[in-house]
């Protein structure tokens, strides 16, 4: 494959992607086939399934556990959050547009770090910079000593919680348990009116186009190899003359980067963000995401990513008390049941078929049985 | 003691081994040879039930195999030392030893005396775990730990691998007395030529995983190593 | 102890594990474009030494000092590779899930850093150097196969195959004829002398054949001390060596073993 085939091979399944998600649903909804309500809801899969793609590059294909991802999720919808309150609040006492919470808290002035969030691109910036930075920091830490596999799970585990723990607190100043809320308008647009949504949809799903191709792109590059091979055998790959720390810190930071993207595209069109979607909980969710839909494929974390956030929508509503049991059986079933994901499904189907087939049409000689403890390749 | 017949193996949906016939008399040594990749482990494996067959069947002591699973088929008797050190590195050596007792039924038993006369840079290191061993002194544990179990049937996949000089030459002694003793089979497959020569009774020569040549050890011709053994 | 044109110096090298000691105070060396056997029983420490040398064990005393004087104690496993060493292990290491195309490509002497490979190809400008070494290797026929359905002694080659690619000042080889015939241990020592031309190569090896085709001199190490060190004639004539590893039925004629 060369370097401008890698392009072709992210281009394709690219521009498949953008005519469904650009061309397609929102002509849905044009043409009164898909209500306003669907589609603001389908802008927030796509803006989960950005989330998604960052777990499928570290977990997929370079083997990286992170049960954390939330935290950088969070980062960005925090950052995208604050802007938006301070858009949409009122007047301080001191001339300044100070949110609600703090008034009830009685701080008087905004607190320095919130400064920044009041213009548009600092906030854009720094939701994407701020997990970047801190997914580099905790790769340092932790890569260069060869933390790896369940200790590192436990430890990003451990971030979350504690990351969690501190945005619930009140004195931190980003809203407590009730988080950042109320978001009203963007740019003058008012966030409830159907034609902003529509816009918040198309530019989500052009970011997620985008990432995809460049997620693409980058699993085809030698790059790709060189994470498939460290998922392999990371220890070998260091004998072939790899610096793997780096690797690491490269890909988990890039991960954070597209967690924070879908965080910041994810808050406008939810119009609130708590502590308890930057938690452990949140953080497992993703991984069932990413194995449900098939992990090592891309497309297989977009599916999960929308096919889970669909069913969720769908059954909650119903059955409220039922979901966390289906959630957990569902992701049981997957790793029993396709262990490739949902995108394995046709791959699994063929061959139990080849395997009926040959069964059926070979005659088996003497007393012999495909013995059921065989291995594949030896 | 062990014979096959029209065996066919798949790996997915290629074939790997075709139409093959073998026979393993009592007490004596049979050598598989040939270059990498034609076969070989493939048939031992076969044996040993770790890949199914397509068809054909495989018969030891008059009773037929493929309906047993792999575990059934070592207690019925049959030793298995794979290729490349295939030990328990988180057990003591000791304990590895142990293991073959377990499988003739005689947990609390002692280990056979000739088991470390064979190897005794084993006895020194009872204790010492079997990850921390040398390649090679695994590769005396593997031997070893099949013995222990007493086999009738000893399936061999490169023994020699990895092995210094002096105790290959022990290997092939004791290979000899098994053989004068006249209770174990062994089906070996090996690369060191000199070794098979001197051990074996009967040899089989495979390519692309077909029987091509068999006959007694020293009707092996030059032209023949040369076609089918060499590169 | 002459440093002058070696590639690789061991000075007093003592590895432990679990507080016995593999290697004692070892001093050893290697003369740029030599090819040198190291031999020795199970358990003298030789994968140890080779270990040491690449950075997968590090030495509790003694330096290890490369081309002029780069101490590779200090260094990590993969700057130790970029500085021009190849290892191949004793049980093939390759990477099971790639094509063969796939491990000589993350094989081949290329930078190794984050944006060099993002930037990278992965394509038919590397089948230049890829398809000439697979023939020499005699898998171009399986170019495109995973490497896991290899046969053992195929993956060795495939295994040999990267280092080669790797293009490196030193090749560490482990057991490199292992589970070969007669006659691709022929051709794999064939492989070796050339390749001695214009490198160093290190072997671990225990077929004195192979060894008394390939090496210039032959190293003995037993119980993590250098026993004896010659030529192979010299070696195999050593009574300690005898008694310690060839064993007394082991025939010296250079005539015999052939087959």
């Known amino acids: 494959m060369t370097h401008s085939s890698a392009w072709k091979q992210a281009l394709l399944p690219g521009a498949v992607l953008a005519i469904l998600l650009l061309i397609g649903l929102p002509l849905l909804n044009t043409l009164g086939f898909l209500s306003d309500y669907y589609l603001n809801l389908f802008g927030k899969y796509l803006a989960l399934a950005i989330l998604a793609l960052g777990m499928d590059l570290i977990w997929g294909y370079a083997g990286i556990l992170s049960l954390g991802q939330a935290i950088f999720f969070g980062f960005g919808a925090y950052a995208m959050g604050m802007y938006l309150m301070l858009a949409s609040s009122g007047q301080g006492v001191y001339g300044e547009r100070i949110p609600d919470f703090m008034v009830w808290n009685r701080v008087t002035t905004l607190p320095f770090f919130w400064k920044p969030f009041q213009y548009f691109p600092v906030a854009l910036i720094l939701a994407l910079a701020i997990p970047a930075v801190a997914a580099c920091i905790f790769g340092v830490l932790t890569f260069r000593r060869r933390v790896s596999g369940t200790y590192f799970a436990i430890l990003t585990q451990a971030m979350a919680f504690a990351t969690w723990l501190m945005c619930n607190r009140n004195e931190m100043n980003l809203g407590g348990t009730n988080g950042l809320t109320d978001f009203k308008s963007l740019f003058g647009f008012s966030l409830h009116t159907p034609s902003t949504l529509r816009v918040l949809y198309l530019v989500t799903a052009l970011f997620l186009v985008g990432s995809f191709i460049v997620c693409k792109w980058l699993v085809g590059s030698k790059m790709g190899l060189v994470l498939t091979a460290m998922r392999d055998q990371e220890q070998r790959l260091r004998f072939l003359g790899y610096p793997i720390a780096h690797y690491k810190i490269f890909i988990f930071a890039l991960a954070a980067m597209l967690a924070g993207l879908s965080g910041a595209l994810y808050a406008p069109q939810v119009g609130i963000i708590t502590p308890s979607q930057i938690g452990v909980l949140p953080s497992l969710e993703v991984v069932v995401w990413v194995a449900t839909g098939g992990r090592g494929t891309l497309i297989g974390a977009l599916l999960g990513a929308v096919g889970i956030n669909a069913a969720r929508s769908l059954l909650t509503a119903r059955y409220p008390e039922w979901w966390p049991i289906i959630l957990g059986g569902l992701f049981v079933g997957v790793v029993i049941l396709f262990p490739d994901g949902l995108v394995g499904i046709p791959k699994q189907l063929r061959q139990r078929i080849r395997r009926a087939r040959t069964q059926l049409f070979e005659r088996p000689a003497s007393g012999s049985v495909p013995s059921p403890s065989g291995r594949g390749l030896g | 003691m062990l014979t096959m017949q029209s065996l066919n193996v798949f790996y997915g949906d290629s074939q790997v081994l075709w139409d093959v016939q073998l026979n393993v008399p009592p007490g004596q040594v049979v050598c598989l040879l040939g270059r990498n990749g034609v076969g070989k482990t493939t048939l031992l494996k076969s044996i040993m039930g770790l890949l199914p067959l397509r068809s054909g069947s495989i018969t030891f002591h008059g009773q037929d195999l493929t309906v047993l699973s792999p575990d059934e088929r070592a207690r019925r008797g049959i030793g298995y030392v794979p290729q490349g050190r295939d030990i328990f590195p988180d057990l003591t050596v000791d304990e590895n030893l142990r293991v073959g007792l377990v499988a003739r039924g005689t947990k609390n038993g002692t280990i056979p005396a000739e088991i470390f006369q064979r190897f005794p840079a084993l006895q020194t290191m009872l204790a010492r775990k079997g990850g921390l061993l040398s390649g090679g002194q695994q590769q005396q544990l593997a031997i070893a730990r099949a013995l222990v179990t007493q086999p009738t049937l000893l399936l061999l996949d490169e023994p020699t691998e990895g092995i210094q000089p002096s105790i290959i030459l022990d290997i092939e002694e004791s290979i000899h007395r098994l053989k004068q003793e006249g209770r174990m089979a062994i089906l070996l497959v090996e690369q060191y030529l000199d070794f098979a020569r001197r051990l074996a009774d009967h040899i089989y020569v495979m390519e692309q995983g077909v029987i091509v040549l068999e006959g007694k050890i020293q009707e092996l011709q030059e032209d023949v190593v040369k076609r089918y053994l060499a590169v | ?259």
């Open chain 3, 1 to 259: 102890m002459e440093k002058q044109g070696s590639i690789i110096y061991l000075e007093d090298i003592t590895v432990s594990f679990d507080g016995f000691q593999v290697l004692r105070g070892v001093d050893f060396y290697v003369d740029r474009g030599e090819l040198r056997a190291l031999i020795g029983p199970n358990g003298a420490g030789k994968t140890t030494l080779l270990d040491a040398i690449c950075g997968k064990v590090k030495p509790a005393t003694g330096r290890i000092i490369f081309g002029e004087k780069t101490d590779l104690t200090t260094l990590e496993e993969h700057e130790i590779t970029m500085l021009g060493i190849g290892r191949k292990f004793q049980t093939p290491s390759v990477f099971k899930n790639l094509t063969l195309v796939e491990n000589l490509t993350l094989a081949l002497h290329q930078p190794r850093g984050v944006w060099s490979t993002l930037f990278g190809s992965v394509g038919t400008a590397q089948m230049d150097k890829i398809a000439p070494t697979l023939e020499t290797l005699g898998l171009l026929d399986k170019a495109y196969h995973k490497a896991g359905s290899l046969a053992h002694g195929e993956m060795q080659w495939l295994e040999i195959g990267m280092v080669i690619v790797q293009e490196p000042a030193l090749f560490l080889l482990d057991e490199p004829v292992a589970g070969m015939t007669k006659d691709e241990r022929e051709r794999t020592g064939q492989l070796l002398q050339r390749l001695a031309q214009d490198h160093a190569v290190l072997v671990v090896e225990h077929d004195m054949d192979f060894v008394r085709q390939t090496a210039h001199r032959v190293t003995v190490l037993h119980e993590g001390s250098v026993l004896c060190e010659g030529s192979v004639d010299m070696v195999q004539r050593d009574p300690r060596v005898v008694e310690v590893y060839l064993g007394r039925g082991h025939k010296v004629d250079a005539h015999d073993a052939k087959s």
